[in-house]
């Protein structure tokens, strides 16, 4: 059974940096595609960044280019997020995602198979 577990989220000032970890087990991770998602009170579960494997090739939304980093560590079954210049629209509940088996990551939360169960980041003004 897949299981992704989310850390790193709390309570910031516009300005700060955050970090999230996404540990992941019960999958071949090197084999996977990882995502970040996020979504907001009211609003839809939308893309943040995506990372294939191997993990040289990445993908952001244009809302975070620039400011945020998407990592991953095969030899700890990890996947990162490094959140830099925050702002408060970058509030949300963050999700971490896994695609089974298939090394292309996507921006569709559809294509993924499984998913954490979120860390809330909030940015305060």
């Known amino acids: 059974q897949a299981q992704l577990v989310e850390s790193g989220g709390g309570l910031v000032q516009v300005g700060d940096s955050l970090s999230l970890s996404c540990a992941a087990s019960g999958l071949t991770f090197n084999r996977n595609a990882m995502g970040w998602f996020r979504q907001a009170p009211g609003r839809e579960r939308e893309f943040v960044a995506g990372i294939g494997e191997p993990g040289d090739s990445t993908y952001y939304d244009d809302s975070v280019k620039g400011r945020f980093t998407i990592s991953r560590n095969n030899a700890k079954n990890t996947v990162y997020l490094q959140m830099n210049s925050l702002k408060p629209e970058d509030t949300a509940v963050y999700y971490c995602?896994?695609?089974?088996?298939?090394?292309?990551?996507?921006?569709?939360?559809?294509?993924?198979?499984?998913w954490g169960r979120g860390t809330q980041v909030t940015v305060s003004s």
């Open positions: 995602a896994a695609r089974g088996g298939r090394p292309y990551y996507s921006d569709d939360p559809g294509k993924y198979d499984y």
